[in-house]
C-alpha cells in the first residue's frame, strides 16, 4: 500500500543545512497497522507527512497505493488523498465555522458525494455524537472534538488513515476511548492504519512499530498481521 | 461544492461581514454620493441657468434676421427678450426706466415673481405682461404716484400697470438692468415708437435644450454674426457662481474619492484577515484532497458573490443617500432633484469589481498556495499573504478607482504623491522607532516595558496599522481642511454686508450732499470715487485699432473705459509688479494698470499709453499693475491715474453701500434728492448667489458624514486586524497570572503609541496633500494647519486607545481559557 525508498527530507535552517529523514526506507501492507514511535524530533511526523503526500522528500522515491508521489505535483497528490487517505491530528484541526455535521460532511463534499449530509450524520452517530451535530467545534469538549474529527477521517471510508499524535492534547481517560473509537472504526472499515505516538500502549495495540531514532529507523518490529 | 452554501457557511465565521459593510460602503458612496452630486449638481447648473433665465444666450445689439432663425432646430425653445432705457411718463411725473420687453416663452429658465400690490406679497409666475400691461418695480409706483390699475405712457404707447414685479431670473446681466424696471410685452416694442435705428437697444436671444440642440443653434448662427455679438453661458454670466460650482464639484469628486480609497483600504484589511483565518482551513481542505483549483473556485467564488451581495445592497443604500441627502436640504436647495441616472449606479458595480480585484482577491487568491503540510506545521503557509504583489494591486486598484472616478490624473497624482509620501516617511520613522523602542522597553519597567515589548514583537503588524491609520487620518484631515477653507473663502467673498447697491453719475458737486444723506441714514458706503470717461487709443505710440496682437481683445478697447485716480492703493488691490507712484519724477503722467487687463493688451510696467478723454489727449506710462477682486462689490477700476492728473477733465463720481432689503424703501428717497444719480442695484444677484453657496455648502457637510463613517470603518478594519494575536497574547498573559488592569493598561498604551504615531504622520501627509490640493487644484492659496499637528496625535491617541481597549475588552473579561480555545 506505501512503499518508500531511500526518503531523505533536509531543511536549510539559517545558514546550515538541518537533516530530518536519512535514507529511509519501508513497505507497508493494505490493512496494516503501524505506530511510528520515537523521541521528540527524531522525524516522525515528517516521515508522516511524507507518506502522506503532504510534503515532498528531498531525495528517495515514494508510492502510494501503487502511484509513484514523486512524479505528482501538489494538485495530483491532493486528488490522490482525496480518493485514498483520512486524516486525525494532534489539534483535532477542526474547522471553527462548520458544525460538527459540516466538518465531517466537508471530505464527502469535496469529492462531490450528494449523500454527504446522510453518511456524515452515521458516523457521527457511530462515534456518540449524534445529539451534537448542529455544535459548533468551540462548544465542544477537547474529546468530543476527536471523536467528530475520527468522523470526518473515517466517512469518506479511506484506504489508508494517517493519525498524528490523536490523543496527544487529551487526558488519559479521555485519550483511551478515543483510542478504542480509533481501532474499534478502523477494525470495521479495514483501514490501513499509520499512526504517530509517543505512547506506548498506543504503539503496542499496533500491529507493527518502527522506531525512529535522529531520524534513522532504529527498530522494526517488521510483523505484519492483518488488522 | 455549492458556493452559495460554502458562503453562508462562511459568513458564520464572521470575518466575512467587515469585507461585506467595506464593500457596501465603498458601492454605497459612489452610488449614494456620486449619484447625489450628479443630481445636485445638474439641479444647481439649471437653478443657475435660471440667472440667464435660458441655458444660452445669444446677445446682440439687433434683430436677427427670421431667415437665420427659422433654420433653428424646432425643438429648441426659443424667447426674445429686449431692454433698453426710456423715459415712463405718468400723469403727474416721469421717470428714467430701465424697460425689458419679452416674448410670450420668456423665461425658459427659472420665473418672475410678482405681487399684487406695490411691496406686496411675492408670488411666483410664469406668466408674462399681455400686450398692453406693464409690470412695475414697485418702488415706481410711489415714485410715479401710480396705483395698480393706473395708466402710464412710454413712448407713444399707452399701459396699465397691473402689477409690481420683484424679482427676474436673468436680471443684472444687463447693464441696462439698472434702474426700476418696466417690464413690457416685446410685442410692444414697435407700438411704442421708442425703439429706433441708433437706439441703443440690447437685445437677448434666449434658448434652452439639451447641449446638443445647443451645439446645433451655436453652429447654425455662428455665420450670420458679427464680432459686436457674443454667447453668455453660465460661465459668462456669472463667473462667481460658476466657480463656485466648479470648487463644490471637484471637492465632492475628491471626497468621494477619499472616501473610495478608504474603503478599498477597509476591504484590503478586512481580506487580509479574512485570508489569515482561513490559512488553518484551507490546509485542512487540502490535506483532505482539494486541489488549489477548488480552493480558488470556492474562495473567488466566496468574495464574488460577496461583491454582488454588496453592489445590490450598496445600490438601495445609495439610493437611499441620495433620497435621505436631498430630503435633508430640500428647504436650502429649493428645486426638486432632477431623476437619477443609471450611471452612478453603474459605477457603483465596477467600483465593488475593482475594489475586489484589486483589495479583496490577492490575498485571497494566496490562500491557493498554502501547504498542506501545515496541518502539521502551522509555522508554514504565513508568508504567502505578506507579499508585495498584495501592495502592488492595491495601489494599483487606488489608481485606477481615483483616475476613473475623478477623471482628473492631476488630483489622483497630488493624493498619490501624499500617499508615497506618507508611506515613505511611516515606513522608515516606524521602523526607526521600533528599533529606539527595543533599547527603551529594556531601560523602562512595569506597563511601559510590557507595552513597549508588545509593540517591538508585532512590529511589522504595528507598522501596517499605524500606516493605514495615519492614511485614513490624513484622509480625513484633507477633507476638513479643504472644506473649512473652501467655506472660508466662500464667506470671505460674499460677507453679510457686501455692497449691494451702486451709485453712479455722481456730480462733482453732488459728493458732498450724497455722502451727507449717508451718514444721515446711517449707511457705510464703499468710498466715493472719482471716474472720468475715456477711451484708450494708443499703447506705445501704436494705434490701437492697428495692433494685430489684441484681436481678440478688441472689447477691451473699443468703447470708453472708467478711469480714476487715488493716491493710495485701494484696500481689495495688491500690486503684481513695479511700484506704486514711485518717488522719481518722470516725464509722463503716471498709471496703474490692473493685471489681467494689461495682460489681455500685452502692456508692462514702462508701457506709454495714450487715452482720448472728452476729446483731448493725454499720454500717460504705466508705473505698476495691480490685481483686484472684482467680486468684492466694491468700486474698482482698470485704469488708475496719479492725483492731480485727470483733474481736468470732466469727471463723475460712483460708490456703493449695503441696504437692507427692509430698508429699500430709502431708496426713494435718494432718487428724489438726487435724480440725476444712476442706482444700480445688485442686492437679488448677491442674494442668489448665496443661495448657491449655501445649497453647496450643505451638501458638502453631508458628504463629510460619509467620509467620516469610511474613516472610522478603517479603524475597526485596522484593529480587528490584529485582534486575534493580541487576543492570544494577553490570554497568555493572564494566564501567567497577569492582572487585569496590568493588561488593560498595557492595551491602552499600546494604542495609544499606536495612534500617536499615525496621528503625527497623518498631521505631516495632509499638509503635504493639502499643499498640493489647494496650489494645484482648488486654485486657493496654500495655508498651513498648526493645529492638525496637535490635535492630530492626541485625537488618534485617544481614539485608537479607547476603541482598541473595546475590542479587546474581551480578553479582560472573559477567561482566558475560554480566549484561548476560541482562536
Not at chain 1, 459548533?136 to 468522523?151: C, D, K, M, N
Not at chain 2, 437619477?340 to 458595480?349: C, N, Q, W, Y
Not at chain 2, 478607482?401 to 515613505?424: D, H, P, R
Amino acid at each position: 500500500m506505501i512503499h518508500a525508498e531511500n526518503v531523505s527530507k533536509r531543511v536549510q535552517v539559517a545558514d546550515s543545512e538541518l537533516c530530518i529523514l536519512k535514507g529511509t526506507s519501508l513497505e507497508i501492507k493494505r490493512g496494516e497497522s503501524v505506530a511510528i514511535i520515537g523521541p521528540s524530533g527524531s522525524g516522525k511526523s515528517t516521515l508522516l507527512g511524507l507518506l502522506a503526500g503532504l510534503d515532498e522528500p528531498t531525495d528517495g522515491d515514494i508510492w502510494l497505493a501503487g502511484e509513484h508521489l514523486n512524479a505528482l505535483d501538489e494538485d495530483g497528490r491532493a486528488a490522490l488523498r482525496l480518493k485514498l487517505v483520512g486524516f486525525v491530528f494532534q489539534s483535532f484541526q477542526l474547522l471553527p465555522g462548520l458544525t460538527a455535521l459540516e466538518n465531517v460532511m466537508l471530505p464527502l463534499e469535496l469529492r462531490g458525494d450528494r449523500r454527504a449530509a446522510k453518511v456524515a450524520r452515521d458516523y457521527l452517530e457511530r462515534v456518540g455524537l449524534a445529539h451534537r451535530l448542529d455544535h459548533y467545534p468551540r462548544q465542544l469538549s477537547g474529546g468530543e472534538q476527536q471523536r467528530v474529527a475520527l468522523a470526518r477521517a473515517f466517512a469518506p471510508q479511506p484506504d489508508i488513515l494517517f493519525a498524528d499524535e490523536p490523543t496527544g492534547n487529551l487526558d488519559a481517560e479521555t485519550g483511551a476511548s478515543v483510542n478504542d473509537l480509533l481501532f474499534s472504526l478502523n477494525a470495521q472499515s479495514g483501514t490501513t492504519l499509520v499512526l504517530v505516538t509517543h505512547e506506548p500502549i498506543l504503539a503496542r495495540r499496533c500491529a507493527r512499530r518502527i522506531t525512529l531514532s535522529a531520524g534513522e529507523i532504529v527498530e522494526d518490529s517488521g510483523e505484519v498481521v492483518p488488522a | 461544492m455549492n458556493h452559495l452554501r460554502w458562503l453562508m457557511r462562511e459568513w458564520r465565521g464572521g470575518e466575512l461581514a467587515l469585507l461585506l459593510v467595506s464593500l457596501v460602503l465603498a458601492v454605497t458612496i459612489v452610488s449614494g454620493v456620486a449619484g447625489f452630486a450628479d443630481r445636485l449638481q445638474r439641479g444647481i447648473v439649471g437653478e443657475s441657468h435660471k440667472f440667464l433665465a435660458a441655458d444660452l444666450v445669444l446677445k446682440t445689439p439687433r434683430t436677427l434676421p427670421d431667415s437665420a432663425l427659422d433654420k433653428l432646430p424646432s425643438v429648441v425653445e426659443r424667447a426674445l427678450v429686449v431692454e433698453f432705457r426710456s423715459m415712463v411718463v405718468a400723469a403727474n411725473a416721469m421717470e428714467l426706466a430701465s424697460i425689458k420687453a419679452v416674448s410670450d416663452s420668456y423665461p425658459l429658465r427659472g420665473e418672475l415673481t410678482v405681487s399684487e400690490t406695490p411691496f406686496g406679497a411675492a408670488q411666483t409666475t410664469l406668466e408674462v405682461p399681455a400686450s398692453g400691461r406693464a409690470w412695475l418695480d414697485s418702488r415706481l409706483f410711489p415714485l410715479l404716484g401710480l396705483e395698480v390699475g393706473d395708466e402710464l405712457q412710454l413712448g407713444e404707447l399707452t399701459l396699465i400697470a397691473e402689477r409690481a414685479l420683484l424679482t427676474e431670473p436673468d436680471r443684472g446681466t444687463s447693464f441696462y438692468g439698472m434702474g426700476p424696471r418696466v417690464l413690457i410685452n416685446a410685442a410692444d416694442v414697435a407700438r411704442s415708437g421708442v425703439v429706433q435705428a441708433g437706439s441703443l437697444v440690447d437685445y437677448r436671444y434666449l434658448f434652452a435644450g439639451t447641449e446638443e440642440q445647443l451645439q446645433a443653434v451655436k453652429t447654425s448662427l455662428q455665420p450670420e454674426l458679427t464680432a459686436s455679438e457674443r454667447w453668455q453661458g453660465l460661465d459668462d454670466s456669472q463667473p462667481q457662481i460658476a466657480k463656485t460650482l466648479q470648487r463644490a464639484e471637484r471637492f465632492l469628486l475628491l471626497a468621494g474619492s477619499f472616501g473610495v480609497a478608504l474603503a478599498g483600504v477597509a476591504v484590503a484589511l478586512a481580506a487580509r484577515r479574512y485570508s489569515q483565518r482561513h490559512l488553518d482551513t484551507v490546509a485542512v481542505m487540502k490535506a483532505l484532497g482539494a486541489g488549489s483549483r477548488q480552493v480558488t473556485s470556492l474562495y473567488v467564488g466566496n468574495i464574488l458573490l460577496l461583491a454582488i451581495l454588496a453592489t445590490l445592497l450598496g445600490w438601495v443604500l445609495g439610493l437611499g443617500v441620495q433620497n435621505a441627502l436631498f430630503a435633508m436640504i430640500r428647504d436650502l436647495v429649493g428645486f426638486s432633484p432632477p431623476a437619477g441616472t443609471l450611471r452612478p449606479l453603474l459605477a457603483g458595480a465596477i467600483t465593488a469589481l475593482l475594489c475586489v480585484v484589486s483589495f479583496a482577491l490577492p490575498p485571497v487568491l494566496r490562500l491557493r498556495s498554502v501547504p498542506p503540510l501545515r496541518v502539521l506545521r502551522r509555522d508554514l503557509g504565513n508568508e504567502s499573504l505578506s507579499s508585495g504583489v498584495s501592495a502592488f494591486a492595491g495601489i494599483g486598484g487606488l489608481f485606477l478607482l481615483m483616475l476613473w472616478y475623478t477623471g482628473s490624473i492631476e488630483l489622483v497624482l497630488a493624493v498619490l504623491v501624499g500617499v508615497s509620501a506618507i508611506l515613505g516617511l511611516a515606513g522608515i520613522l516606524v521602523l526607526r522607532l521600533f528599533s529606539a523602542m527595543r533599547g527603551w522597553a529594556q531601560g523602562a519597567g512595569g506597563v511601559l516595558k510590557l507595552a513597549l515589548s508588545a509593540m517591538v514583537r508585532r512590529r511589522q503588524a504595528n507598522a501596517f496599522q499605524v500606516v493605514s491609520l495615519a492614511l485614513a487620518l490624513m484622509v480625513l484631515l484633507c477633507i476638513i481642511a479643504a472644506r473649512s477653507s473652501l467655506m472660508k473663502e466662500w464667506q470671505l467673498q460674499l460677507p453679510a454686508d457686501t455692497p449691494n447697491h451702486f451709485l453712479i453719475n455722481i456730480a462733482p458737486e453732488q459728493v458732498g450732499p450724497v455722502n451727507d444723506w449717508f451718514e444721515r441714514q446711517g449707511i457705510d458706503s464703499a468710498g466715493v470715487f472719482p471716474m472720468v470717461r475715456g477711451r484708450l487709443v494708443t499703447i506705445d505710440g501704436r494705434d490701437v485699432q492697428e495692433i494685430p496682437e489684441i484681436e481678440a481683445n478688441r472689447g477691451s478697447v473699443n468703447r470708453e473705459i472708467n478711469l480714476s485716480w487715488s493716491d493710495e492703493l485701494p484696500g481689495d488691490n495688491r500690486l503684481t509688479a513695479g511700484q506704486w507712484w514711485p518717488d522719481a519724477s518722470a516725464s509722463l503722467p503716471r498709471v496703474s494698470v490692473e493685471d489681467e487687463f494689461a495682460e489681455r493688451l500685452g502692456i508692462a510696467v514702462g508701457t506709454k499709453l495714450g487715452f482720448r478723454i472728452g476729446g483731448l489727449p493725454l499720454e500717460a506710462e504705466v508705473t505698476s499693475l495691480r490685481s483686484l477682486s472684482w467680486d468684492s462689490m466694491r468700486p474698482n477700476f482698470f485704469l488708475l491715474f496719479e492725483p492731480g492728473v485727470l483733474d481736468s477733465y470732466p469727471s463723475s463720481s460712483i460708490t456703493s453701500f449695503y441696504l437692507d432689503a427692509t430698508d429699500k424703501v430709502l431708496l426713494n428717497d435718494l432718487l428724489r434728492q438726487f435724480p440725476t444719480i444712476t442706482l444700480i442695484e445688485m442686492d437679488a444677484v448677491i442674494r442668489q448667489a448665496r443661495t448657491v453657496v449655501e445649497q453647496v455648502s450643505a451638501a458638502l457637510e453631508l458628504v463629510l458624514v460619509l467620509i467620516i463613517g469610511c474613516a472610522l470603518l478603517v479603524g475597526v478594519a485596522n484593529i480587528q486586524a490584529s485582534l486575534d494575536s493580541r487576543l492570544h497574547e494577553n490570554a497568555i498573559l493572564r494566564t501567567l497570572g497577569a492582572s487585569r488592569q496590568l493588561i488593560r493598561t498595557c492595551l491602552l498604551a499600546e494604542f495609544a503609541m499606536i495612534g500617536l504615531v499615525a496621528g503625527l504622520l497623518a498631521g505631516v501627509g495632509a499638509e503635504l496633500c493639502l499643499y498640493l490640493i489647494q496650489t494645484r487644484l482648488l486654485d486657493m492659496s496654500a495655508s498651513w494647519h498648526p493645529l492638525f499637528w496637535v490635535v492630530s496625535p492626541l485625537g488618534a491617541a485617544f481614539v485608537v486607545a479607547v476603541s482598541g481597549w473595546w475590542f479587546c475588552r474581551e480578553v479582560i473579561v472573559a477567561p482566558p481559557l475560554q480566549v484561548l480555545r476560541r482562536l
